[in-house]
């Protein structure tokens, strides 16, 4: 689709500016946990899940010497998927500079870290900013354009208002070359709000994860007055508790129609990735079907969706 009329200026609010604020600050706070902590998470299965997921979204879409553009790169769980991808080079961007820190050790290899490896194969660049209240082709127009954009579990934080969401699409469409892609995951708004719908009353989850919505957000979006600022509160244990938005997603849907199950269900058909499956730890030995996910876990992950997008245009020969 056509992003051009997104590229307007925009000027933010000192609310939609504390919010983002309130976010980075959960994540900045997030310490590094030790391998041990990691396989004791309650849960680590959908971990692994997710990091599958990413990884086959990479495989498909990366393309040797690849640029890459990380918007919410976060602590760089994603850099051995990109290495792996043998891309040329790497920009990471995340709010929260606790993040941005524990990514560049990670990128540099650091004599304390659990996982020695060698040293990734790619140049990078890691910059703490608010990707959906900057110019980001103001900071990176010595770098772009880019084959392609990344944004994992991370775009519905641009969500807080019509800028910030418009700031998010047109750093996107300004960064990415023509025929590039936009690869992401994201919770779904429709599995969302029909849990919100069927609970009793305004929060509702399982053993792992919880979603509170104030009454004046629920309203909102039961009036369906604008689909930006519609907000909860996100719980997931051992990993997420901060404010969030609902992405009611019919600019994307188009394009972006698989769920979290119906993307495992296609790829996991396929014996590679069945084999990355098994490799991450999220699937047993057994069959294709004996997957080591609590229902709970997989509760969580059918609140998420997958998405590519490709920037129209003639794509330049690879
Ligand atoms: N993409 C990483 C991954 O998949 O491992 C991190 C995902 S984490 C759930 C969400 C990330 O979004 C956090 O690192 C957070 O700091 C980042 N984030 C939230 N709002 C942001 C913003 N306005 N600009 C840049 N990063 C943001």
Same mark, same amino acid.
């Given at each position: 689709?056509?992003?051009?009329?997104?590229?307007?200026?925009?000027?933010?609010d000192?609310?939609?500016?504390?919010?983002?604020?309130?976010v980075? +600050?959960?994540?900045? %706070?997030?310490s590094?946990?030790t391998l041990?902590?990691r396989?004791?998470?309650?849960? !680590?299965?959908?971990?692994?899940?997710n990091n599958?997921?990413k990884?086959v979204?990479?495989?498909?879409?990366a393309?040797?010497?690849d640029a890459?553009?990380?918007?919410? $790169?976060?602590?760089?769980?994603d850099?051995?998927?990109?290495d792996? %991808? *043998?891309?040329?080079y &790497? #920009?990471? #961007?995340d709010?929260?500079?606790?993040s941005?820190? +524990?990514?560049?050790?990670?990128?540099?290899?650091d004599?304390? @870290? *659990?996982? =020695?490896?060698?040293?990734?194969?790619?140049?990078?660049?890691?910059?703490?900013?608010?990707?959906?209240?900057?110019?980001? +082709?103001?900071?990176?127009?010595?770098d772009?354009?880019?084959d392609?954009?990344s944004? @994992?579990?991370?775009?519905?934080?641009?969500?807080?208002t019509?800028?910030?969401?418009r700031?998010?699409l047109?750093? !996107?469409?300004?960064?990415?070359?023509?025929?590039?892609?936009?690869?992401?995951?994201m919770?779904d708004?429709? #599995? !969302?709000?029909k849990?919100?719908?069927d609970?009793?009353g305004?929060?509702?989850?399982?053993?792992?994860?919880?979603?509170?919505f104030?009454?004046?957000?629920?309203q909102?979006k039961? =009036?369906?007055?604008?689909p930006f600022?519609?907000?909860?509160?996100?719980?997931?244990?051992?990993a997420?508790? $901060?404010?969030?938005? #609902?992405?009611?997603?019919n600019d994307?849907?188009?394009?972006a129609?698989?769920?979290?199950?119906?993307?495992?269900?296609e &790829?996991?058909?396929?014996?590679?990735?069945?084999?990355?499956?098994? =490799?991450?730890g999220?699937l047993?030995?057994?069959?294709?079907? =004996?997957?080591?996910?609590? *229902?709970?876990?997989w +509760?969580?992950?059918y609140?998420y969706?997958?998405?590519v997008? *490709?920037?129209?245009?003639?794509?330049s020969?690879?």
């Amino acid at each position: 689709r056509k992003w051009s009329s997104l590229g307007e200026s925009s000027s933010f609010d000192d609310e939609s500016t504390r919010k983002a604020r309130k976010v980075a +600050d959960h994540y900045s %706070a997030r310490s590094n946990q030790t391998l041990e902590e990691r396989e004791a998470s309650p849960i !680590i299965h959908l971990k692994k899940l997710n990091n599958w997921i990413k990884s086959v979204l990479i495989q498909r879409y990366a393309h040797k010497g690849d640029a890459v553009l990380d918007l919410a $790169c976060g602590k760089g769980g994603d850099l051995i998927k990109w290495d792996k %991808a *043998q891309i040329g080079y &790497y #920009v990471g #961007v995340d709010i929260a500079e606790g993040s941005i820190r +524990d990514c560049r050790t990670r990128y540099n290899g650091d004599a304390d @870290q *659990q996982q =020695r490896r060698k040293k990734f194969s790619f140049p990078a660049r890691l910059i703490c900013a608010d990707c959906y209240g900057t110019r980001l +082709d103001e900071y990176l127009s010595n770098d772009a354009p880019f084959d392609i954009c990344s944004c @994992q579990f991370a775009l519905h934080y641009s969500w807080s208002t019509e800028a910030r969401a418009r700031r998010a699409l047109a750093n !996107i469409s300004a960064l990415l070359q023509p025929g590039g892609y936009f690869i992401g995951t994201m919770p779904d708004a429709n #599995v !969302i709000i029909k849990k919100l719908r069927d609970a009793e009353g305004l929060t509702f989850g399982n053993s792992v994860y919880w979603i509170s919505f104030d009454e004046e957000y629920a309203q909102k979006k039961f =009036r369906r007055s604008s689909p930006f600022g519609i907000q909860y509160k996100f719980h997931l244990e051992d990993a997420v508790d $901060c404010p969030e938005w #609902v992405v009611p997603f019919n600019d994307f849907k188009s394009l972006a129609e698989e769920n979290s199950h119906a993307f495992v269900d296609e &790829y996991l058909k396929m014996p590679e990735f069945t084999e990355l499956m098994r =490799r991450l730890g999220a699937l047993g030995d057994g069959n294709q079907d =004996r997957s080591t996910l609590s *229902q709970d876990e997989w +509760d969580v992950a059918y609140l998420y969706l997958t998405f590519v997008l *490709q920037k129209g245009g003639e794509s330049s020969a690879r």
